[in-house]
């Protein structure tokens, strides 16, 4: 068995335009509540690294800004100041929302993971937070329309560089879906296209990665790994964060 590093990551979008998650303050509680460990470590079981951002760490030399993570205590104080702005007595009053997932076993079972975490942390009852799966492309539909509060997401780098993650966070892109928007993250993505100072430009990308994180129209959960199983005759197969094989290089060796 192989667990490999694969460049992606598994997240949730909000809705910033309807809903609970319309709030910062709710969104956040919602991020802090969640135990990115135990879902690595208990659930998906694949070596999987808990995600603290959105960008994983690569090869480009980018160590993506470290802002969210599991920490009840600051949960409660997000969910504290979202009732308060709300004009809300308690967590019992929180308009309902749903979980909205593609079929799929294992997303079923990181969401009934995290609709519990909300529950016990936040004091959501079930009836608050509820979970909908929808075939493949009644899900896209769902999302484009942005028909939704919270969906299940994942994206997968197409080259090892963090604007792969980071350029579908910009205004009125094709793959945000969330209605978040920001003047001040497109003018840092754009300025990073503009220096030559390879320092400087990933430096930009951070200070973007650090809005988009503290605006929390995504909930980075965890950042993806390759499992498989692999013959011991197979040469060559050797672990690539994109996962993109060079055939011509792989043969079976003489056993």
Aim: glycine share 6%.
């Amino acid at each position: 068995m192989r667990i490999d590093t694969y460049n992606g990551v598994y997240f949730y979008r909000c809705n910033v335009e309807k809903g609970p998650t319309s709030s910062l303050n709710f969104r956040k509680a919602l991020s802090h509540a969640i135990d990115r460990q135990a879902i690595t470590e208990f659930v998906t079981k694949g070596g999987q690294q808990p995600a603290y951002a959105f960008t994983p760490p690569s090869e480009s030399g980018y160590s993506p800004p470290e802002l969210t993570g599991f920490d009840p205590e600051k949960a409660k104080q997000h969910l504290t100041a979202y009732l308060s702005e709300a004009g809300l007595k308690s967590a019992k009053e929180v308009e309902p929302f749903v979980i909205l997932i593609n079929t799929s076993e294992s997303h079923k079972a990181i969401a009934v993971a995290i609709q519990a975490m909300w529950q016990e942390i936040l004091g959501l009852s079930s009836d608050q937070v509820t979970i909908r799966n929808e075939e493949w492309k009644v899900y896209q539909k769902t999302i484009l329309d942005q028909n939704y509060t919270v969906g299940r997401a994942g994206w997968i780098g197409d080259y090892l560089d963090p604007t792969t993650f980071l350029n579908m966070w910009r205004t009125g892109d094709s793959n945000n879906n969330t209605g978040w928007s920001s003047a001040e993250y497109d003018a840092l993505m754009t300025e990073s296209t503009r220096t030559s100072d390879p320092v400087e430009r990933l430096e930009f990308l951070k200070q973007a990665e650090a809005i988009l994180i503290e605006q929390a129209p995504v909930l980075p959960i965890y950042w993806y790994t390759r499992v498989f199983l692999i013959h011991p005759d197979v040469e060559n197969w050797n672990p690539l964060l994109l996962d993109n094989r060079p055939y011509k290089f792989v043969r079976l060796g003489d056993r």
